[in-house]
């Protein structure tokens, strides 16, 4: 499946889908990716920007955990 399209999945209604979408991009993408995470975790969709919460912290390890605890912290979530 393309990535884009695994990508949009992560705002679907389903949250099966989106958890197999999360977890699909999680194992198989690259710091090619990293842009895009980046701006998942801004997105305006909370579940998109939440399943972004999990790639994040596959991906980047520690380095997330800045990020991760601001959102914590964050009324919006």
Known sequence: MPLPLLADMLHEDDEQNRWNAMQLIASHV???????????????????????????????????????EKRLGDPRF
């Open 30 to 68: 690259d710091a090619s990716f990293d842009k895009q995470l980046t701006q998942l975790l801004e997105d305006p969709d909370l579940r998109a920007r939440g399943m972004a919460g999990y790639i994040a912290a596959k991906r980047w390890d520690r380095k997330a955990l800045p990020i991760l």
